[in-house]
């Protein structure tokens, strides 16, 4: 059950903003919003989490909505290298330690010159 | 260590044998996870190790399947009697220890190992 909605494919040409959409509507309130991504051929690697507020760093940006039923991860200026599967996860935090993480399909970015 | 690395990168074998696949974790992480990914197909959870808890081994689709991480480290993933639908790319990670109440720690992934089992 991966609690969470992605578009199956997009687009961006290189250079531009790549914004990717996640829908997350049954999310409770002590549960994060991660994203990887998956290079082909590689595993998956960390971009970026949150919980409530927006969060930004080196590799991209992330936009959580008030009622955090929704998220928008954008990765400022798109390269080639962007192209890869992204995956919006929901962390099934309860307070427990179980660290596991729920992969959906994830959107396949495709970045072109 | 550089990163999770994982061995070997692919693995042929044939129906009804039995395969071992074997992950080293970043040192000083204690969790470790095992998934596995189907052509063209998310990430399905296996198993998680923490520390000397009692693993979560509820994503392990069959008794066919078991692991076990020595001292804390290495993990190995047995498959016996392979089948075709094992076939997948098994992917482990490793990350620091998750506190109760915390987010999910950063998972690191390795590289895969590619399973064929014709």
């Known amino acids: 059950d991966a609690k969470t909605t992605q578009p199956t494919s997009m687009d961006c040409a290189e250079g531009r903003a790549a914004n990717l959409p996640c829908n997350h509507s049954?999310?409770?309130?002590?549960?994060?919003v991660y994203w990887y991504r998956q290079i082909h051929s590689q595993g998956p690697q960390y971009i970026i989490h949150?919980?409530?507020n927006n969060e930004t760093n080196e590799m991209a940006s992330l936009i959580i909505t008030e009622d955090r039923k929704s998220s928008t991860l954008i990765l400022p200026h798109a390269t080639l290298r962007d192209t890869a599967v992204y995956y919006c996860?929901?962390?099934?935090?309860?307070?427990?330690?179980?660290?596991?993480?729920?992969f959906g399909r994830g959107t396949q970015l495709t970045v072109w010159p | 260590g550089a990163g999770v690395s994982q061995s070997p990168s692919n693995k042929v074998t044939e129906k009804g044998k039995d395969v071992e696949l074997r992950c080293d974790p970043i040192?000083?992480?204690?969790?470790l996870y095992w998934y596995r990914q189907s052509l063209g197909q998310g990430l399905e959870f296996l198993i998680y190790?923490?520390?000397?808890?009692?693993?979560?081994k509820s994503g392990l689709p069959s008794d066919r399947f078991s692991a076990e991480r020595t001292g804390g480290s290495v993990s190995t993933l047995t498959i016996q009697r392979t089948q075709q639908e094992d076939s997948a790319v098994y992917l482990c990670?490793?990350?620091?220890?998750?506190?109760?109440?915390?987010?999910?720690?950063?998972?690191?992934f390795g590289p895969g190992t590619r399973l064929l089992v014709l």
């Open positions: 990670a490793s990350s620091l220890p998750k506190l109760a109440g915390g987010p999910p720690e950063t998972q690191y």
């Open positions: 049954t999310i409770s309130g002590n549960e994060y």
């Open positions: 949150g919980l409530k």
């Open positions: 996860i929901v962390s099934l935090d309860r307070g427990s330690t179980l660290g596991r993480l729920y």
């Open positions: 040192s000083g992480h204690t969790a």
């Open positions: 190790f923490q520390g000397n808890s009692a693993p979560d």
